[in-house]
């Protein structure tokens, strides 16, 4: 049978670029500082620099998920979410459900699972990242159904997520002051939690300053994932036992030598269980989202549940934490 296809048909296929819907955050502090005509004119030049095409929507937190779910029934694009830790966490139960590979596009101050996924650098620099890089899966951690995808912290560490919103408030010109006061104002007024914890099959009773649980472990001093599928879940219990051991220790978290504090506990298991023996409502947080729930907290690992886009392993290169990556916003 005679070839009948059309080269010219063929080339002009093949160039076609691929396409990504990005849905942005409206709030984000880099979209409210550039302006949102500007922000999204740098989006589209970025993607199209890179030989990809994107079109951009602007969406207001409450419509971040109607959003995404439609962008990911779209099958001729490439879904990504743009915003800061809080905002992908928000977006969770969407990504989740994508059988696709989705793409996460960093725009908030610390970007704990931005630099986790090797999205380091400028703007442009992060979306030539994700037109080029690779699909991988990572795992995510559930508390009776609520999802997240880094950090689930209470006591110190919740107290300090309070304090930041409090202090961008106060402070909007500076993220350094902001930080700094509300640093502050954690070690001088947090009050220490009893609890009842299980994991790895083993049980203790703990009274601590804050405990933090992490899916999947970080890497020395930096407070990085090297891997996201590694199926277990980190916890981190810091009992300091006074205002001037607090302090020391949020020395040590600025100063990366957290890894080595002696009043710093460190566990790994696939399941964790953690009961407030006050038996009151509090505070806890997922990626920086404060929440004011009550116990028990029984944390479940949920594997490879998000497939989303990394950089190539050539464009990952380390870089040091800032102190705020204790406290994701």
């Known amino acids: 049978m005679a070839n009948t296809s059309d080269p010219l048909l063929e080339t002009e296929t093949q160039a076609q670029p691929r396409c990504f819907r990005v849905i942005a955050n409206a709030r984000a502090g ?9 922000f999204a004119r740098r989006i ?6 890179a030989g990809c095409r994107a079109d951009v929507e602007l969406v207001p937190p409450r419509r971040l998920q109607e959003r995404l779910r439609a962008a990911v029934a779209d099958e001729a694009v490439t879904t990504v979410v743009a915003g800061g830790d809080g905002s992908i966490n928000g977006a969770l139960p969407v990504l989740a459900g994508c059988k696709r590979p989705v793409g996460v596009l960093p725009l908030g101050t610390v970007n704990v ?17 994700i037109c080029t890089g690779d699909p991988v899966a990572m795992d ?24 930041r919103e409090y202090a961008r408030r106060r402070f909007p010109f500076s993220r350094l002051v902001a930080f700094l ?20 099959g083993e049980r203790r009773q703990v009274e601590a300053d804050a405990v933090l649980v992490t899916v999947n ?10 891997r996201l599928d590694g199926g277990e879940f980190e916890v981190h219990i810091l009992d300091t036992g006074g205002l001037l051991s607090r302090a020391k220790a949020a020395l040590s978290m600025l100063t990366g030598g957290w890894r080595n504090s ?4 460190s566990l790994t298991g696939t399941s964790v269980t953690i009961i407030r023996r006050d038996k009151r409502r509090g505070h806890v947080t997922f990626d920086g989202e404060v929440e004011r729930r009550a116990s028990p907290f029984t944390y479940r690992l949920v594997p490879g549940a998000l497939n989303v886009i990394a950089a190539r392993p050539a464009e990952i290169q380390p870089e040091p934490h800032p102190a705020e990556h204790m406290f994701p916003s």
Request: without cysteine; charged residues 20%; negative net charge.
């Open 181 to 200: 006061f509300a640093a502050t104002r954690s070690i001088l007024f947090t009050r220490s939690i009893r609890i009842e914890m299980e994991i790895a």
């Open 30 to 38: 880099t979209v409210l500082e550039a302006g949102a005509a500007s």
């Open 113 to 129: 699972l931005g630099r986790d996924l090797g999205l380091t650098g400028t703007l442009e620099e992060q979306i030539s990242a």
């Open 44 to 49: 589209e030049v970025a993607f199209a620099a």
């Open 262 to 265: 002696h009043n710093l506990v």
């Open 140 to 163: 995510l951690g559930s508390v009776d159904g609520r999802l997240f995808h880094s950090l689930s912290g209470m006591g110190f560490f919740s107290l300090m997520a309070r304090q």
């Open 217 to 226: 472990q970080f890497d020395g001093a930096e407070w990085r994932r090297s």
